[in-house]
T-cell receptor
Framework: GQSLEQPSEVTAVEGAIVQINCTYQ??????LSWYQQHDGGAPTFLSY????GLEETGRFSSFLSRSDSYGYLLLQELQMKDSASYFC?????????????FGRGTSLIVHP | NAGVTQTPKFQVLKTGQSMTLQCAQD?????MSWYRQDPGMGLRLIHY???????DQGEVPNGYNVSRSTTEDFPLRLLSAAPSQTSVYFC????????????FGPGTRLTVT
């Protein structure tokens, strides 16, 4: 079966940089996604990595190492509105090919 | 485009009752899925569909049925509600060949007493 591990909570101050790690175990790996969810809201897509390396989208970057079964989400110039839960999700041949399996989420708390 | 829509937003059921959670998308997505979200558990896959007429079980399918008669609609049926099914339910859709992005509906908050 599949498994994903990510920290349950991360705290940081406004303006700082924070990294949220995700390690996974699966067979037939296709790619790693990241989603953001604010309290009471629906998850929204942030990024997707299918190949090794860093993908940058504005203040957010995502990294993948397929050989290490590891990825991370990097958030720069943190803002209060970045306080939310962040989920990594794996797409793999094990489950419906293109249906992601989600980790348990990391709660990011940004302090002023 | 409305995206992914879900009804109802809130629902309270008594143990043993049945009901259907509705999900529709207007993006012509092939893939649709249902997740439940419980505190500390992330999003767990209940059932999914890779196209009209094709459905399959996810991680936690027991107590739920689905069907996909059209590309647009993917209803989730609770056969006999139990308190353990109290949760927030999200429907999602995606293209089969996209770069990983799933579009989520706003969710249905279900309480079973």
């Amino acid at each position: 079966g599949q498994s994903l591990e990510q920290p349950s909570e991360v705290t940081a101050v406004e303006g700082a940089i924070v990294q949220i790690n995700c390690t996974y175990q699966t067979s037939g790996f296709y790619g790693l996604s990241w989603y953001q969810q604010h309290d009471g809201g629906a998850p929204t897509f942030l990024s997707y990595n299918a190949l090794d390396g860093l993908e940058e989208t504005g203040r957010f970057s995502s990294f993948l190492s397929r050989s290490d079964s590891y990825g991370y989400l990097l958030l720069q110039e943190l803002q209060m509105k970045d306080s939310a839960s962040y989920f990594c999700a794996v797409r793999a041949r094990e489950v419906g090919s293109y249906i992601p399996t989600f980790g348990r989420g990391t709660s990011l708390i940004v302090h002023p | 485009n409305a995206g992914v829509t879900q009804t109802p937003k809130f629902q309270v059921l008594k143990t043993g009752q049945s009901m259907t959670l509705q999900c529709a998308q207007d993006m012509n997505h092939e893939y649709m899925s249902w997740y439940r979200q419980d505190p500390g558990m992330g999003l767990r896959l209940i059932h999914y569909s890779v196209g009209a007429g094709i459905t399959d079980q996810g991680e936690v399918p027991n107590g739920y049925n689905v069907s996909r008669s059209t590309t647009e609609d993917f209803p989730l049926r609770l056969l006999s509600a139990a308190p353990s099914q109290t949760s927030v339910y999200f429907c999602a859709s995606s293209y089969s060949r996209d770069g990983g992005e799933q579009y989520f509906g706003p969710g249905t908050r279900l309480t079973v007493t």
